[in-house]
């Protein structure tokens, strides 16, 4: 699990749009810059998490010719 230090990225240059209700949106217009950051952080390792279970494959672990398959690959 990432802590809450400063999350090490590439330079953020893309925007995403991310829907949320009214209340919520002026609640985070209402936070603090250490915490506008801190959610920023969390929504990108929470991105981050689902981008790497979209792309789990238990044949990577359990199939050693699935290994040397994608091995040879490269």
Known sequence: MV?????ETDKRTDEFTLRVPSVTKVAIDRLAPHYKRRLNDRILVTIAQVLHEADFDPRRYLVSEYFEIKKNDR
Do not use: Q
């Open 3 to 7: 802590t809450d230090a400063r999350l």
